[in-house]
């Protein structure tokens, strides 16, 4: 039986068009109890607080799908997932979605392996590796009808590890905090070289503590040029930046 957090949690995206059933809200909770269990072993969150993370992670992950309409999206990934937000909750959400999940850290894909398992999420794979490598790859690049980060580096280095795997005409959603827009100055040039085109910045607030949240929506106008991404390591030592 849901309890007063969690049929707030509902309620609120109901107010979105996001309609989610007892069995979700399960799957929600059992989430939630294994990120907490987990986090005592390995660090995946500064937020254990269960309200709180209903809020600031599952929340603010579906958040996405407020600008972005996922009945036309059946292929996620998500970059540097971390404790997997936003692809998780969204996978959650939108069980029919084909969900990749990439991250760098091989404990965090165990923890995403186990969450897959108890959650009993199909469709879901979980890739120890660097985007850098993997958008390089066949069956990869070029691929997704949508590719999301979350809170993983400033946009220049972002438009490097995940419009490769967008596909043409695809959309890449950057989910950041604060306002972006010197961030999205600083990118246009690695958005023309990975030919991407800024769509819209969609700012909202969190529910109880209002704290900002922006969505930098990306179209992908051509394939990825030869030469991108760089190998392993570049982007972020040498982001793309205007010469």
Partial sequence: MADAIQLEFQARLAEHGIMIHEQQLDQFESYYRLLVEWNEKMNLTGITEREAVY??????????AFYVNMDEIRTLADIGSGAGFPGIPLKICFPSIKLT???????????LSHIKDALQLTE??????????????????DS???????????????????L???????????????????EIREAAY????????????????????????????IRKLAETPKKYPRKAGTPLKTPLLQP
């Fill in 124 to 141: 879901t794979e979980l890739i120890h590796g660097r985007a850098e490598e993997l958008g390089r790859k066949a069956g990869y690049r």
């Fill in 55 to 64: 809020t600031k992670h599952f929340y603010d992950s579906v958040s996405l």
């Fill in 144 to 162: 997704y009808d949508l590719v999301t980060a979350r809170a993983v580096a400033r946009l220049a280095v972002l438009n490097e590890f995940c």
């Fill in 101 to 111: 999940i990439i991250d760098s850290l091989n404990k965090r894909i165990n923890f």
């Fill in 164 to 182: 490769p795997f967008v596909r043409k005409g695809g959309c890449f959603a950057a989910m950041k905090g604060s306002d972006p827009q010197e």
């Fill in 190 to 217: 690695s958005l023309k070289e990975l030919r991407g085109q800024l769509s819209s910045v969609e700012a909202f607030q969190l529910p109880v503590e209002e704290s900002a949240r922006h969505m930098v929506l």
